[in-house]
Structures are given as C-alpha cells and as structure tokens.
C-alpha cells in the first residue's frame, strides 16, 4: 500500500510540475530566441503574463461554431496532460506508466492532433481547413517516424513500456549505439515538425499564408485559446522530456526513490535549458521550408528511423 | 437434433431468417409491416446468434449431418471456436444493421420492399451457413448463395448503368474467387474423393500441393475479401449497394473470406512453410497502403469508406501473415499474439466501418448527397448522427481509448517480437513492415479527418443542406448500439482476448489468455514488455478535462460571446472558400503519386470559360484488367469464327466431328 501511495504522491508531483513548468520551458526557448536574435526579449515567465491575460478575457466564438468546438481545447489539455504524466521525467515505474507504453502515447499525441484538426474544420473558414489539412499531413508523416524512432528504442530494451526502456536505457554500459544516433536526428527532426517550429512551421508568424498551427486555432479566443497554448506548451514540454528520457537518460531514478528524485530535478531543469537552448538556435539557423518542402523533410525523418531499426537490427543484435 | 444446443439455435436463427424473407417477399408492398415487423425480427435473431457464438466458444466443437442435398451427398455442420466467434460477428453486427435498416428502406427505391427482404435475409442466412459448413459442397453452395444474394442486393437500383456494371464486375470476379476454391477443395480432399472437411484434415499433403493449395486458397478468398490486384470490384459494389447491405457487406461478407482464408490455412491445411506467411504479410501491407492512399483521394463519401475497408482487410491480412510465420516456426505464443491481432481487428472493422456505412445513408437520405464536395456542416441539423459518427470515426483512425487502436496495438506488439526469429533475412523485413503498417494507420487517420470534417463540421456547402433532418429512432437505436459496440471493445480489451483466445488456442496451440493481467491492463506477453489499460486511459483524460473545466470556471468565468467567424480581413467569406474533398486529397495525391493514375485538365489565363479537372484512376484497372479483358475479347472472337449462322456450315462441322469419332473408335 505504501508504494502505491508513494507511487501517487510522485506521479502528482510530476504531474504537477509538467503543467506548472510546461510554459516556461516555452518563455525560455523564446528568451533564448530573442537574445540569438540581437532583441532583449520579453523574458522567460512572458508565457504565464499571456496564460492569465487570455483567461480573463472573454471568449468570442463564430455564430456556427458547434460543441466539439468548446470540448476541444479542453480535451487537447486533457490529452497533453496525460502525456505529461506517461512519459518519465523525474522518475521510472510510476502508475501511469503501467497504463499506457510507448504506442499508446504515439495514439494520445495523434488523438490530440484529430481533435484539434476536427475544430479547426467546425467552423468552416477557408484558413481553418488548410491548417486542419497541413497538420494532418504533418502527423501523417511524423507519427510513422515518431513510431519508428520509439520502436529502435524498444527493440534495444525489448520492451515498448516507457518506463522499462528508461531503466534499460539508462543502465546500459556507455557504448556508443549508432542505431540511437540515427534515431536521434529523426526524433529531432520528427519533434520540431510535431511542434509547428521552424523549419516546417513558425510559431512566431502573422503571415496566415504561410500557418499550420496558426491557422487551426485562429477562430479560438480567450479561455479556449489559453488552454491550446498550454497544451502547446506541454507539448513542447513532453517531447523535449521524451528526448531526454530516450537519449539522455542518465540520472532519471526509480519511483519511491526521493532522494534520487531531489537529485534529478536540477539535471533535468539543465537538460531542458540545453535543450531549448539548442531548439532556439536550430529555429535562428534555419529558414522556414515551402510547405511542398515538408513531405522531404519528414520522408526523410522516416527514412532514418526506419535506417536505425535496421543497424539495430544489423550491426547490434 | 437438441433445440437447445448452440448448433441447433445458430441452424434455427438461419432457418428464421430465411422464413423472414419469404414472408417479406410474400408481400412485397406491405412497407409498415417489413420495416416494423421483419427487420427487427430479423435482428432480434441475430443477437441470438451472437449469443450461441458466444456460447459456442467455450463448449466443444458439435457436428451435425443435414439429410438435405443431392442423394448420397448430405450437407456436414459443424459449429466449432473459429465458427463461434465469426457467428458472434455476424450476430452482433446484424443486430444493429437489421434494427437500423427497420427505419431505413423507403418505398420508391429501385427493388421492392419485400423482395430487398428476401435477398437481405437470404445473405445473412448464407453467410451463417458458411460460417457453419463441415464440407466443401455445402460450403461452395452456401458461398454461391451469398454472392448471388448479395449481387441482387447491389443491383437493388438497378435502373442506374454504373449500378448494373458495378454488380457485374461484383459477380464476375466473386466468380473467378469461387473457381478458385472449388480447386481448392479438389486440392485439399488430397485423392480421398472425400469432401468432408473432416477427412481434409486427414490428409498429409506434400510440400508442392500444399502450396499449390495455399495459392489457391490466396486468391479465392483473397477475391472476396478484396486483397490487392483483386480488390477492384469493392469500391464499386459497395458504395451501390442500400447504406444497410453495404454495412453488411463491408462488416461481415469481407470477413466470411477471412473466416474461410482461417479455416483453411489453420485447420484444413495440415503443413505450414514459413515464407507462405511471408507472402500474405507482403499482401497484406501493399493491400492496407493501397487502400488508405486511395481512400485519401475520393470524392464520394461511400467510396471512400469502401476503400478503408480495403485497407482494413490488409491489417487483417499483415496479422495472419505474422501468425502464419511464426506457427511455421512452432513459435506458438506469437502466433497467438498475431492471430489474436486478425481476429481482434476483424470484430473492430466489424462495428466501425458498419457504424460509418449507416451513417452515411443517414446522410444520404437526409440530403440525398453522396458527394463530399456538397455536403458540410450537418452537426448542428443531425447531432444523432454526427455525434455517433464521430464515435466511428476516432475508433477507425486507430485513437486510444477507442478499438481501432487496441487491434492495431496488438498487431505492432507482434511486429516487436518477430526478431526472435531464426530467419535473418525475416529480421530485416521487420522495420520495412512496421513502417509500412505505421504509415498506414497514420495515414488512415488523415483520412478519416477528411471524412469528418468535410461530412459534418464547417459551413453547408449547399443552401438546401440546411432542410436536413436527423434520422429517426429505429436508426438511433442501431447506430447506438454499434457506437457502444466500438466503445466496449475498445476498454474491454481484457475480456475480448480471453474470448478470442478460445478461437486462438486450438488453431495455434498458444493462447494469450493468462498473459493479460486482470480486466484493467492488458500485457500479452508481459508486463514489463508492455501493457496498456484503455479504461485508465480515459478515466484520467476524462478527470483532466473536468479538472480544468472546473478550475476555469472556479478562478475565472463562463462568459462567452458569439460573432461572425473572423475573416482576416475580407469582408466576404462563404462555404465555397472551406477545403474541398479535393483540396484534402491533394497533399496525398502529390506525396503517392506514382499510385496513381492521373489526368489533369488545368484551364488557361485566357480561357474564357476555365475549368479545372482531375480524374484519378486505379493503374491495376489498365495494367491488369483491361489487357485481360481484351484478351478474353480476343479469344471470344477467335471461337466466334467457328460460328457462321448457315445451317449448311453447322451440317458440316456435324459432319466432320462424326468422322473425328469413327476415327477414335476404329482403333
């Protein structure tokens, strides 16, 4: 019973800081961003002033827009946060890991995506369905990749748990695996297509032409629109969590290990701050590709997920 | 014979609905009392055939001889775990079809009401008789009826030329399937001049004629179940059908070709060889790409639909490929797990794609549209509908919590497995088909969004969209039931694999029943391998979302205003602006488009009048099916030649055919 109880007191915990964390890793990319860019920046907590400014303001929302097109952002939140939780961050082996592995978190990610493409189909604007049709065809292309990234992983920890492959991951004597290189650009290139960032998407643009994201959640204000951008935001969050835990899994504890868990706090705030440091300088160096552009880039994600599976499958097995 | 035992019920529920029929035909004007009386009769049946196939997945196999038939030639029954659960399928799928269809045939549509009765119920007596038969020449004349019943029930509105071409292409390659088993019976009795599927078994085949069989058995089932090349008559026949038959069709009638494809491979055909499952899984993946790459691209909603069911029949297809191989390898448990997959994804095609069929006949009496560029926006003028379809919709683009995910979960789970085994080359097939499988489910997702999206959510795209109604309650009562259908297995995954494994275990020696831990988790191998448990799954999703309703409510508010959709600046926005079906498929038309086959009319800047056109069409149809078909012309004219119409020519090929034998009979 005890490590049940301890089990939910990490959980929540983590839980808890996915959500409270999530928009400043966004305030941080986006600081980082400014300064690479010769601005000063509004700072990193600039998310969380945006969050409680759309949540006081009223939601306007078109004459036709039907129920799916309230329950979305919650969902989408629901989703994310779900996400959050699955995905091992301060610690292995906690209950909701048990409830869904790495395919199930694959489905989540492209339930949020349907969701979230459906309302922007609800009420029937020109910009609306182009967004819904671009990131479909972006999940199209990166789910495949993100799946085939995540089964390298597995096929190295024969197992698809998250928690087990974090366990296994991080265990592993410190050999170089050029599968998981591979795997390791396709992840990179997979998550910044999956988080509308540049090249494939620019979150920063005006230019509605030019939007995928943007695009979808154009008709959404207010509350609505703050809950997608903190989805968003967690998106961002669990993916860059989801990097760590594949490719850098080094210090991340067993669950009801609290020491261990006060010890992988500060490594992973460090590992994020790299991250999204790193995330901000791929988005400065890099130029938006023509949407035409997009199927190469994710093809050939594809192709080096699908290329690490096989030297797994070839050289290490 | 026991009335009570499981074989008797299912024979009686047949017998039932081939007396429906009859009374249908008997009065085949009395709408009122077809549509209130019969179909719901006809479905009551039917959930007393899913629950003898339910029963009959525990009890033992029960075998039956009819003495009906030709003399000395009694029809065998025999109503094992496999029958059981196709039964169960049937069962459960017609009752939601049969109640739908209660509200749905209208007076006035091609065929009369009575005699679309009769055909509706013969088909379903049919494909319970096939599910049912011990012996090939029951299961031949039982497999006949179902395609000829289904062909009238195609060809119901028949005044319509693509419909009566649509039904003859139906009926011709249905035919080459039926061939096609009829040699592989001739194959299978291995010399015994036994028919019985009983002495089948018996029989020891060497390796040549067990592959001889197995190709065989490919490409008859393969017919019917709509296997790439032979796939070309589903988008056709399907989409002509009544929305009712064509449910049934998709849902069950594909699925009789798996159940057969089973039967045949794991029970009648005593040996394995490795590289047959090597074959069904390459079949299996091109078919499934095919499918949803095709399904991206059309313009008519029940079309695409057909096409997904393409692309089902090939996840079914990839599962028992997998299972074949590893059975071949004595690597039993990941038979099982593959098997399972097939089986688990034939239940879920089963709810969901019928839950979509019927929806689009709601649609389609609502508004009389089939085309997707033309409809839109009908959540808000038949919320039933469109809430339940959405249901379908998510189940089929493989999302968790809902079953189109679980089956496809399974099936990756297999794939994970396979390099445990002892083919290194087998190994490396591996990544190139779990990408495959991946993308086809991704892209299944693609998909159904179009469906959706275009169907039910943005602006009317027609003024007259606004008149449409809801469906009414008999067909409420079907889709509900289906809707729960799809729900239900896909968060009861733990009881659905302790069921299939009683179909599971006798076919592959292996079962994964003890694997799945309690009802919440399922791990088919292990826990520590993988597990997932869909009840948690939503359950947490579902306290999230009302976790942050309720913290915006408590720390902000509820206000809401509503106002013109926000036009970026133009003043004037109108549906026409909204995505077309077309506009959908263009990413997929670029990306695949060496699947397809293309002509493009693009306008000039200077035409007055400026049009643009694309016709995608099918390669197979002018690689395959043409240079066939002009083959056949070809021959047909060559014996043509022989046929003169003079009386005297005919005297003298008498004539010479009587020299020709005295000759044969002098020596």
Redesign the interface.
């Known amino acids: 019973m005890n490590t049940t109880l301890s089990g939910a007191v990490a959980q929540a915990t983590e839980f808890a800081l996915a959500v409270a964390l999530a928009p400043l890793l966004t305030g941080w990319v986006n600081q980082c961003r400014a300064w690479l860019q010769n601005r000063t920046g509004p700072g990193p907590l600039q998310p969380y002033r945006m969050l409680v400014k759309l949540?006081?303001k009223?939601?306007?929302?078109?004459?036709?827009?039907?129920a799916?097109f309230r329950m979305t952002p919650?969902?989408l939140?629901?989703?994310t946060?779900?996400a959050a939780?699955i995905v091992p961050t301060l610690g292995t082996g906690l209950p909701?890991n048990?409830?869904?592995?790495a395919?199930?978190l694959v489905?989540?990610l492209?339930?949020a995506?349907?969701f979230i493409?459906?309302a922007a189909?609800?009420?029937?604007?020109?910009?609306g369905?182009?967004g819904?049709?671009?990131e479909?065809?972006v999940?199209?292309?990166a789910?495949?990749a993100l799946?085939?990234v995540l089964?390298t992983a597995?096929?190295i920890s024969?197992?698809?748990?998250l928690s087990?492959m974090v366990q296994t991951l991080s265990r592993m004597e410190f050999v170089i695996y050029p599968s998981l290189a591979f795997a390791g650009v396709a992840f990179t290139m997979v998550s910044l297509a999956e988080n509308a960032r540049i090249p494939i998407d620019n979150p920063a643009t005006h230019l509605?032409l030019t939007m995928i994201h943007e695009a979808m959640v154009?008709?959404y204000s207010g509350?609505h629109l703050a809950?997608i951008e903190w989805a968003a935001s967690l998106k961002l969050f669990v993916y860059s969590c989801m990097g760590i835990a594949l490719f850098l899994p080094l210090g991340i504890p067993q669950a009801g290990d609290w020491t261990g868990i006060v010890l992988a706090l500060p490594a992973l705030a460090l590992k994020l701050a790299a991250g999204g440091a790193a995330l901000a300088l791929i988005e400065t160096l890099s130029a938006k590709l023509r949407i035409?552009r997009a199927?190469e880039f994710l093809g050939a994600a594809?192709l080096l997920?699908?290329l690490a599976?096989?030297i797994h499958?070839?050289l290490e097995? | 014979m026991m009335p009570g035992s499981p074989l008797g019920l299912a024979l009686g529920v047949a017998l039932f609905w081939l007396l429906l029929g009859c009374v249908g035909v008997g009065f085949p004007h009395r709408l009122p009392l077809i549509s209130r009386v019969l179909f719901p009769a006809g479905a009551l049946a039917a959930l007393v055939l899913a629950f003898t196939g339910l029963t009959a997945l525990t009890g033992a196999p029960e075998a039956r001889v009819l003495p009906i038939g030709l003399p000395g030639l009694p029809i065998h029954l025999r109503l094992d775990a496999l029958s059981g659960f196709f039964l169960l399928l049937l069962g459960a799928t017609t009752a939601g079809v049969s109640v739908f269809a209660a509200g749905y045939f209208r007076r006035g549509e091609g065929t009369a009401p009575g005699l679309l009765c009769l055909y509706y119920h013969v088909f379903l007596a049919s494909m319970a008789l096939v599910m049912l038969a011990d012996d090939a020449y029951g299961f031949m004349v039982f497999w006949e009826t179902m395609a000829l019943s289904s062909y009238f029930l195609v060809t119901s509105d028949h005044r319509k030329a693509e419909i009566r071409r649509a039904g003859f292409l139906y009926i011709l390659i249905a035919h080459i399937g039926a061939i096609s088993i009829l040699l592989l019976f001739g194959v299978l009795q291995g010399g015994t001049n036994d028919y019985t599927f009983g002495a089948m078994r018996a029989v020891q085949h060497p390796p040549f004629w067990g592959t001889v069989a197995f190709a065989l058995a490919l490409a008859g089932f393969g017919a019917k179940a709509g296997i790439v090349p032979l796939h070309v008559w589903l988008p056709d026949a399907h989409p002509a059908a009544p929305s009712p038959v064509s449910a049934l069709m998709s849902a069950v009638m594909l699925k009789t070709a798996i159940y057969g494809f089973l039967r045949v491979m794991f029970d009648l055909l005593g040996m394995q060889s490795w590289w047959w499952g090597v074959v069904v899984m390459t079949l299996g993946l091109v078919t499934a790409l095919y499918g949803v790459v095709f399904s991206a691209v059309q313009s008519d909603m029940k079309r695409l639909l057909a096409y997904s069911s393409i692309e089902n029949i090939g996840f079914i297809m990839v599962g028992i490929g997998l299972a074949i191989t590893f059975r071949a390898y004595a690597m039993q448990a990941l038979a099982a797990l593959a098997l399972t997959a097939a089986l688990y994804h034939s239940l879920n095609h089963a709810f969901f794609k019928s839950l979509l069929f019927l929806s689009t006949g709601s649609v389609l009496h609502a508004t009389n549209e089939r085309g997707l560029g033309k409809l839109g926006g009908l959540i808000h003028h038949m919320p039933w509908v469109a809430w339940l379809a959405l249901v379908g919709t998510l189940a089929i683009a493989g999302l968790p919590p809902l079953n189109g995910f679980m089956s496809e979960w399974l099936l990756l789970q297999a794939f994970l497995l396979t390099p445990g085994l002892p083919q290194p080359y087998l190994n490396m097939l591996v990544p190139a088909a779990a990408a495959a499988v991946a993308l086809a489910a991704a892209l299944a997702g693609y998909v159904m969004v179009k469906f959706y999206g275009i169907v039910f959510l943005g602006q009317p795209r027609e003024e007259r969209l606004a008149g449409a109604h809801d469906c009414g309650p008999w067909e409420r009562i079907g889709l509900t039931w289906l809707a729960t259908g799809c729900i239900a297995l896909g968060l009861l995954p733990a009881w659905v694999i302790s069921t299939t494994d009683a179909v599971v275990r006798p076919l592959t020696g292996a079962g994964l029943g003890a694997a799945s831990s309690g009802w919440l988790y399922v791990a088919p191998i292990d826990p520590q391998r993988a597990s997932y448990s869909p009840a948690l799954f939503l359950a947490v999703i579902v306290a999230l979302v009302a976790l942050a309703f309720a913290a915006v409510r408590l720390f902000y508010h509820g206000r809401l205003r509503r106002s013109l959709p926000w036009g970026c600046g133009f003043p004037q926005l109108n549906a026409r602006m909204q995505d077309t079906a077309e506009g959908f498929g263009q990413p997929v038309r670029q990306i695949f488009e060496p699947f397809f086959r293309m002509q493009r009319e693009l306008p000039l800047a200077t035409d007055s009048a400026p049009r643009y056109r694309v016709v995608v069409e099918d390669h197979l149809w002018h690689w395959l099916y043409l240079p066939a078909a002009r083959l056949v012309g070809r021959v047909t004219a060559a014996v043509s030649l022989l046929q003169r119409g003079r009386i005297s020519v005919y005297l003298m090929y008498s004539f010479g055919t009587l020299l020709l034998l005295l000759l044969f009979v002098q020596r």
């Open positions: 949540f006081r009223e939601p306007v929302l078109a004459h036709n827009a039907s799916l919650y969902i939140f629901g989703c946060g779900l939780a909701f048990a409830a869904a592995d395919i199930a489905g989540l492209a339930l995506r349907v493409s459906l189909m609800d009420v029937g604007t020109a910009f369905t182009l819904a049709r671009r479909m065809m999940g199209f292309l789910e495949p799946l085939m089964f597995s096929l024969q197992s698809t748990s087990t509605e154009l008709e509350r809950l035409f199927p594809f997920a699908v599976m096989l499958l070839l097995h």
